[in-house]
């Protein structure tokens, strides 16, 4: 009897290690919302079909097949807002590292970029200290121009006294969110997104859901400080990390806007 051999070239191990990193990512992004019992479900569906399939049962198999030709229209639907967040990493995270029109079109561009971190860092810890709310955001990539048309259109200098009296109780400013794009103040008083992950804690407000909503739908990094509590958090790619100190913050701030903007004030 003949035996047979399953030969494996090295493409195949390419692929499966491709395929595994894919639907880690997946599973990253959809881990703690009700979309992943969706995912799991289809999944499920999906072995069935290939089980009856390789059994030779044509009618259930006909049925399941499609199912499954018009569930991939349902996928996008239900998916739409974890699509739209891979995408945004996929492009964020290794496209634009290494393709940028603007390094291709304009060499000098970059060199006038200056977000002002001391001056975002320091509004920051003022407003902590007198338990002004605020929620900053910080642009990479995208300008976020739709957002920034819900709200008032500044084009301002940022500075730490400008912030500081945006976000106060009395001003017509204070609701919703800023948008900071280089060095200026693009846009005040912007609606944000609000993310549906049902393991936010309870004790976060608006505000710290609106600042995971903008960083899950788009590569935007947010600043929030509670109200309540004075506390300074940031949202970055779906994640929060709170109760930090104004060094921390500039630290943080340093970390990922260093290479992109120069010259920090």
């Not at 106060?168 to 846009?187: C, E, Q, T, W």
């Not at 788009?218 to 400080?225: H, Q």
Request: net charge neutral; proline share 2%; with cysteine.
């Amino acid at each position: 009897m003949a035996l047979l051999f399953i030969t494996l070239r090295f493409l195949d191990i390419i692929d499966i290690m491709l395929v595994a990193y894919l639907m880690y990512q997946l599973y990253m992004l959809i881990r703690g919302t009700v979309a992943l019992n969706i995912f799991i479900a289809i999944f499920l569906i999906y072995l069935l079909w290939l089980t009856v399939k390789a059994l030779n049962m044509e009618l259930l198999s006909s049925i399941l097949g499609q199912v499954i030709g018009v569930g991939m229209i349902a996928l996008i639907i239900v998916f739409q807002v974890e699509l739209r967040r891979f995408l945004v990493f996929v492009g964020t995270r290794y496209l634009a590292r290494t393709i940028s029109l603007n390094k291709a079109f304009s060499l000098n561009l970059q060199e006038k970029r200056s977000l002002k971190i001391k001056s975002i860092a320091n509004a920051c810890k003022r407003m902590a200290e007198s338990n002004t709310g605020a929620l900053i955001i910080i642009t990479r990539k995208s300008t976020l121009e739709v957002f920034a048309q819900t709200g008032e259109i500044i084009n301002a200098i940022t500075s730490t006294r400008l912030l500081e009296s945006m976000f106060f109780k009395n001003s017509p400013l204070h609701d919703g969110a800023v948008i900071i794009v280089d060095d200026r103040i693009y846009a005040a008083r912007c609606i944000l997104p609000m993310s549906d992950n049902p393991n936010v804690p309870s004790n976060y407000g608006m505000r710290h859901r609106a600042a995971l909503g903008i960083s899950e739908h788009t590569d935007a990094f947010a600043i929030i400080v509670s109200e309540e509590t004075g506390e300074i958090a940031v949202a970055d790619n779906g994640s929060l990390s709170n109760n930090l100190t104004k060094e921390e913050l500039m630290q943080t701030l340093e970390k990922e806007f260093l290479n992109t903007y120069m010259r920090p004030q």
